[in-house]
């Protein structure tokens, strides 16, 4: 959480953009780990946000870690893409081969060839539309979270629908991020980076 301000001006502290760059990752996954708790991080009194140096290193050596115990192995995230249409799909592969990721990025076209890939490749991540044929993302959703199995996929919903449409098909599940079309790409690929970040640190 962000506190009000810095308390006093001794404190070791970095931009968001040093921490990006100290940690290998982008501006945007930084902001998520501070929304997240995962970096301490304070106001100036000019509204500047400035990162404890301290948990940043935390991080790095955690990190440091990590990769020592794991060098050369290729650890490769699975990512599923639903959306009914093929150029969009073909945007998101083309989009996520550019961040310099390990991703492995499956594509469906509804939400019934979505849970066929699911239950055969567990995909860590799942972006999906909601307005699609055959079986939309609403029904979609609540089938995946009948089986407690893929409870610990993280889930973002990149869709047309407004607000008012979304909510006459009922609720979102509890946990999902929703982002309205064109897809975010920044916002996705710090959701992205940070869910790797936690992943390599919960292995230490």
């Excluded at 990006?20 to 708790?37: C, F, W, Y």
């Excluded at 050596?61 to 020592?68: A, D, S, T």
């Excluded at 609540?142 to 199995?149: Q, S, V, Y």
Aim: some cysteine; aromatic content about 4%; proline content about 3%.
């Amino acid at each position: 959480m962000i506190t009000a301000e810095l308390s006093a001006e001794s404190r070791s502290v970095c931009t968001t953009s040093e921490a990006a760059r100290l940690l290998g990752v982008s501006n945007t996954t930084i902001q998520i780990m501070v929304e997240r708790g995962e970096l301490k991080a304070w106001r100036t009194r000019g509204g500047h946000r400035r990162i404890s140096l301290d948990s940043v290193q935390s991080v790095q050596r955690q990190r440091g870690v990590i990769n020592g115990r794991h060098a050369g192995e290729a650890d490769v995230l699975t990512v599923l893409v639903v959306d009914s249409d093929p150029d969009m799909c073909d945007q998101y592969v083309s989009t996520m081969a550019q961040w310099g990721r390990s991703l492995h990025v499956l594509t469906a076209a509804d939400g019934l060839e979505a849970l066929l890939l699911i239950e055969r490749r567990r995909p860590e991540i799942l972006i999906t539309e909601l307005s699609m044929p055959n079986m939309d993302g609403f029904e979609f959703l609540r089938k995946l979270r009948t089986h407690h199995e893929f409870d610990s996929t993280q889930i973002i919903v990149v869709t047309a629908l407004a607000d008012d449409e979304i909510a006459r098909h009922g609720t979102i599940p509890v946990g999902v991020a929703v982002y309205k079309k064109p897809a975010p790409f920044e916002k996705i690929q710090g959701f992205i980076e940070a869910h790797m970040l936690r992943r390599e640190l919960n292995r230490v």
